[in-house]
């Protein structure tokens, strides 16, 4: 997926206070027998570039202890992470080294959403009103447009630079849903509505907030802006075309010639060197997936491969995952590593490989000729030969094409683990 940097211009007094209600939390929170934040549907709203990023949060009790579900379109995302301290409430972001800080009042919560692990201050406040379900509004203008349909889709920074894309979106009356993939992953599940002719997505997955606009042009032509964040700002224009297609995955990122296998010794969550070569992993078929616990699309692969490797893993299969973090001290990045292994039940190795940078991931794997993605995922024979590589990928937010790489997938690993 391409990421963009947002970690700038907050002003630092706003940052220093809120640093220390932070350490006041860590040190006096607690539990609460009481729930923090009243059940039910919350509309939350980002207040960021003078735009709202609206989402939907979902309270409730779980096993007796409060918890909360982020919800894009058809996902459900578990937090379970929930402290309070009198009248305030802090919830963990999943996988993800940030929270949402807030005062709750009855129907009312305001607040600061707050990413961790960036080198520089990152908040972006946010407001929320308890008891509503609609992401945008509540009596939306009738449709005069249907944006259904796969589109042609270019996106523009502030720099020049363009990066291509197919949208795929499904509208009902006011209703829509869709994504945006591109040659590195997809923006997963976006959801909102068409007031008029005019287009309104937006997702939080509890790294990434996202917002995009659109109105018409023509009937088979539309154009529009992109906010992400704090500062990320993108205008797209895209056009009507079923045909729209990417490169093909498995063509991007490959062995350099005169390479035919991958060496490589990074450690494990333990400090233990674990290298491919390895007697564990002779003779048989391995999955090196490139992953940080930062990527949400890395997040929806391995929430297909942890529970793919314990159904296969007695047929001669290993999967070795490569952790590029944001922090280049090991004990902070094994840390992240850990929380990802526990939350989805990774069987399989997960290794320290270095810090979260396309160029740091290539000089750890010099065979490959670049690596352009995280997720990257390379297929490994009982020989040890590199059978294919698949940059990016396609989660479930995109439909059909995340069914016809699990179809994909599916068929390429029957091969390889049916070889002798």
């Not at 945008?136 to 009738?142: D, G, I, N, Q, V």
């Not at 449709?143 to 894309?165: I, L, N, P």
């Not at 909102?192 to 996202?210: C, I, M, P, R, Y």
């Not at 690596?371 to 990257?376: A, E």
Request: proline share 3%; with cysteine.
């Amino acid at each position: 997926m391409k990421h963009i940097h947002v970690n700038t211009g907050v002003r630092a007094f706003l940052f220093l206070s809120f640093a220390i209600v932070l350490l006041i939390s860590a040190c006096t929170s607690t539990t609460s027998s009481e729930n923090a934040i009243k059940h039910g549907s919350w509309r939350v709203v980002l207040h960021a570039q003078g735009q709202e990023i609206p989402f939907i949060l979902e309270a409730a009790d779980s096993a007796g202890k409060q918890v909360l579900y982020l919800l894009n379109a058809e996902e459900r995302i578990l937090l379970n992470d929930v402290t309070q301290q009198n009248d305030s409430v802090k919830i963990g972001l999943h996988i993800f080294d940030a929270d949402l800080i807030a005062k709750a009042d009855g129907d009312k919560m305001a607040g600061r959403f707050v990413k961790n692990d960036t080198p520089e201050p990152y908040s972006i406040p946010f407001t929320a009103e308890h008891g509503k379900k609609m992401r945008f509004s509540e009596s939306p203008a009738a449709a005069s447009y249907d944006y259904s349909g796969k589109w042609e889709v270019m996106f523009t920074d502030a720099e020049g630079a363009t990066t291509e894309a197919v949208g795929i979106f499904e509208q009902k009356k006011n209703y829509v849903t869709g994504t945006f993939l591109t040659t590195t992953g997809d923006y997963r599940y976006l959801e909102g509505e068409v007031s008029g002719n005019n287009l309104k997505v937006s997702t939080f997955d509890g790294n990434h907030a996202w917002l995009f606009t659109a109105s018409a042009v023509s009937a088979d032509s539309i154009q529009g802006e992109f906010i992400s964040g704090l500062t990320g700002h993108e205008t797209w224009k895209a056009r009507r075309n079923e045909d729209a297609a990417l490169a093909n995955a498995d063509s991007l990122t490959f062995l350099k010639e005169g390479y035919e296998s991958l060496t490589f010794s990074f450690p494990d969550l333990e400090g233990k060197q674990v290298s491919l070569q390895d007697p564990k992993y002779k003779g048989k078929v391995v999955l090196v997936q490139l992953l940080g616990s930062w990527c949400p699309n890395c997040m929806d692969e391995t929430a297909f491969l942890a529970p793919y490797y314990k159904q296969n893993h007695n047929k001669g299969l290993e999967i070795i995952g490569l952790g590029f973090e944001r922090s280049p001290e090991f004990e902070k990045a094994a840390a992240r590593l850990q929380k990802m292994k526990s939350r989805f039940d990774i069987q399989y190795d997960l290794l320290v490989a270095g810090i979260a940078d396309k160029e740091a991931a290539s000089q750890a794997l010099p065979a490959l000729n670049r690596v352009m993605s995280f997720p990257t995922t390379i297929f490994i024979d009982r020989q040890g030969k590199v059978r294919k590589i698949h940059t990016g990928f396609s989660g479930p937010g995109t439909g059909k094409y995340y069914e016809e790489w699990v179809a994909d997938f599916n068929a390429t690993m029957q091969q390889l683990l049916a070889e002798s």
